[in-house]
């Protein structure tokens, strides 16, 4: 962490940002108070302190000298915030989420076993308001954004995000898969919405390794091989085959993987991984939960759900700042060593949000000493009922046994 312990929480934060890559003359061209590095500061900032809007925002900033110091802006006015999020350069945003997540690949090896580490691809929407954002209309009852991402997943559940594209919410998954699937190595981990032949097809072409989920609909075409199941295995098929049907077939063999879960639900796989068992194939695919947890955990904790604009431009700015937050919690969690989780740091940052980093040091490292037996269980002499202080409401003993 940090040397100066003595600095306040937020100083703190904004120095895992690289400074010297965000002066940009033309960005801030006739811009005399809300410089870029500035806003990103301040838009950070309402993501990890979880404020609610743009006059929060406001007013914290007219209100803290500490914020004030650390940002070098003594005030702001909300709207003044709303029109610089919406011109901020979102390729900018984005290079910053890509370096701090650089800095948290640093701090967790990398594992280098059989299947090592596996990424995960997936999309999430944001709904808005109807009469406020009618450029992402998608039906009568829906108007939304999507963010596709990928994320690394690696053997002791740890997930950090590494791409992310907004759209609007009527992109298909398999529209950006060829812009979250690479030929790394790893293997990548897709549910139903990325099935598409062609891509099957160019991904077998350049021996990417993939694991995707397919539906009943996705018949075989033609079967290569049949390879035995093994006795008292969930896996009940385990095939080489080209899907399709007559109007369109994979040209490529891929294998294909049927299980059912402890649910009764029955699962097929297709997949390019002709090296692993049947078994590892479906528990890779069991990893894909990860990036549920990682959406529901942005969602709930960091400024998602309720955005700040309605405008394209400051919709993606927000989100890529919120994975910058989430990249900096990340980055606090594993250069201090703390046991305590990404929520409970999240949470910690937020209540020493204005007191100095030594405060934070300390919380996440909280001391267990204890100088007594503690509370001792006392043996049950039977079940009374507790003695009311008013008159007010009944207790009916409980019958004995």
Known sequence: MGNIHNATSIRQVFSFLSEENFQLPFSDYRVHKLMTIKCIKLILASQIANWESYEQISRELRTSPALQESIELSSISASQVSRRLKVLPTDVLESLFLQTVGKVKKNLPISCDKIGPVRIVDSTSLRL????????????????????????????????????????????????????????????????GYVKYRQFDAWLANNVRFVNRINEKHGVWHVEKELPIPSNSFITRDAWVRLGSNFRQTENIVRLVEFFDDQGRKYRIATSCFDLEAVEIANIYRQRWLIELF????????????????????????????????????????????????????????SCWYKPWSVVESELHPKRSRTSKGRQKVPEKGVQAPKLLTSIGIIKPRKAK
């Not at 594209?165 to 897709?190: A, K, R």
């Open 295 to 350: 959406f529901k955990w942005m969602k709930q904790h960091l400024r998602l759900v309720k955005l700040y604009s309605h405008d394209p431009n400051g919709i993606w700015n927000q989100i890529f700042l919120a994975l910058v937050a989430y990249a900096v919690a990340m980055l606090i969690q594993l250069e201090s060593g703390t046991k305590l989780t990404m929520w409970q740091v999240l949470q910690t940052l937020r």
């Open 129 to 192: 308001p109807a009469s406020l954002a009618n450029w992402a209309y998608l039906s009568r009852k829906s108007t939304q954004v999507k963010i596709h991402m990928r994320v690394l997943a690696l053997p002791k559940g740890e997930i950090i995000p590494e791409k992310a594209i907004p759209s609007t919410g009527n992109v298909s998954d398999y529209e950006t898969g060829e812009l979250l699937v690479e030929n790394d190595g790893t293997i990548y981990v897709m549910d139903r």
